[in-house]
DNA sequence: CACGGAAATTGAACGCCGTACAAGAAATGG
DNA sequence: CCATTTCTTGTACGGCGTTCAATTTCCGTG
């Protein structure tokens, strides 16, 4: 109650992250049940038992809130994704890039309204800052896919019908970063791996936004299939 | 201005279905610039002059307004891949796969916030009628993909790492609308037209909700290069 | 310990929204 | 010409994001 206590980090700061985390998880669990749409400034206040206003020291617009959120979940995703692939030995690219789109697959199942959130319709009317943290996630994505398919270079080359693309064609820091990390890799293997990207997000988004639903019962094998194919087309042995 | 007129379908309900139909076209005319969430049933009707409540006379709900747009919205977009397709010789099969993938992907470059209504998040809670009107048109899209891929039955199906799919995977009534037309087709089939849906989506989806702008300049280069390796993997000689 | 100022919070207000409902206007059919 | 159906209006309620002046709470310093 008194003394000088670990004061250093201010602890009017300690108190405000400690806010400002709790407004997330309301957030977080009103989007859970609800859309992204019943994130309402007023129901986090209500919940908290603050104000309607107050919120408004801890998030300048609820848009500012909603990017928040969004870098957050898109980088909660791309943690267990990059888990679950550095859970298979790095030399079985097969089982690699299984498990990343059986991850990503999963995780969407799981939080239907956070995939919405990354991948859809944020809300009204909601425009992503140019440049924002939401990139910065998508560009790891990105990074990740290339590397998957980077271990199967240039053995895929061959088996793909590519256009001839360039390093122009893509942006800057990601040709950056991807030739950073891959010195040696031409752009046609960036675009394979944007390519990968289209192919895990396809059957997932039509499955979170119920499309896939009313035609099959069995969705998980279907994106089985898809991705048992989607290796085989980049040449590996089947996995498993 | 007097006599009898041709009153014969009733002036009545002829007005009203004028109503009706300016009603849907203001809705489409605000979602085109400023998405879905911008369709307010206020500000149709101070556009059309009338009165807030003179709506509901049209439409019992907001929702019901948003069904019918997608109703509409997506029989427009059938409507044009059909006639993609329709427009190569029948036994073209790459052409037609092909023409049906870039007229989906034309469509929701030049009707951006049609493809969100239709594939999206349409709005606040919203939540599809249970067998409505939008699943209809889902199943049109997808019989639509099954013929294509019956053209290439069964020599698509020896390339295929197909898993082993039922009858009893798929919805009844599109099991019965596919056995119907193409009486010869296993369900494997019906599975690979899925995969492809969900194939074609996939790029579509991200480069539309704009995470492929980041990354790319020439998203239409890259989704090229998918549809002619999609087409390839059906083993189909190249297109053009 | 007291006090001045900064930070945090409040409450009321504005203009939107979807929706409901009773009252009024208009058109129809007998 | 009138009765009845159909359509339209005005008003109201609650919820939303956002703003702003007023107020409370807290901290560092004299």
Redesign the pocket.
């Known amino acids: 109650m008194s003394s000088v206590d670990e ?1 250093v980090p ?4 300690r ?2 992250a400690q ?1 400002t985390a709790e407004i997330k998880a309301i957030a977080l669990k009103l989007m859970a049940d609800g859309g992204a749409d019943a ?8 919940e908290m ?17 909603i990017t928040t959120l969004i870098n957050d979940v898109y980088t909660s995703l791309m943690d267990q994704v990059e888990a679950a692939r550095d859970a298979c030995r790095p030399d079985d690219a097969a089982n690699r890039i299984l498990a990343w789109g059986q991850a990503i697959r999963e995780w969407a199942l799981a939080n239907p309204q956070g995939f919405r959130l990354i991948y859809g319709d944020p809300v009204a009317g909601y425009q992503a800052p140019e440049g924002g943290p939401a990139p910065e996630a998508a560009k790891r994505a990105c990074l990740g896919l290339t590397g998957l398919v980077a271990a199967t270079w240039p053995h895929s080359q061959s088996l793909q019908a590519g256009g001839d693309h360039q390093w122009s064609d893509f942006a800057p820091t990601l040709v950056a970063t991807v030739r950073d990390a891959f010195p040696d890799l031409p752009p046609a293997a960036l675009a394979l791996a944007l390519r990968v990207w289209g192919r895990m997000h396809g059957l997932i988004a039509l499955e979170t936004y119920g499309h896939l639903g009313p035609q099959t019962h069995e969705p998980a094998k279907l994106y089985r299939a898809e991705m048992i194919d989607l290796i085989r087309s980049l040449g590996l042995e089947q996995p498993k």
Not at 40 to 46: D, E, M, T, V
């Open positions: 004061q201010g602890r009017r700061a108190l405000r806010t994130i309402s400034l007023r129901a986090i206040a209500r038992g603050m104000s309607g206003s107050a919120i408004y020291s801890y998030f300048e617009t609820r848009d500012a809130l």
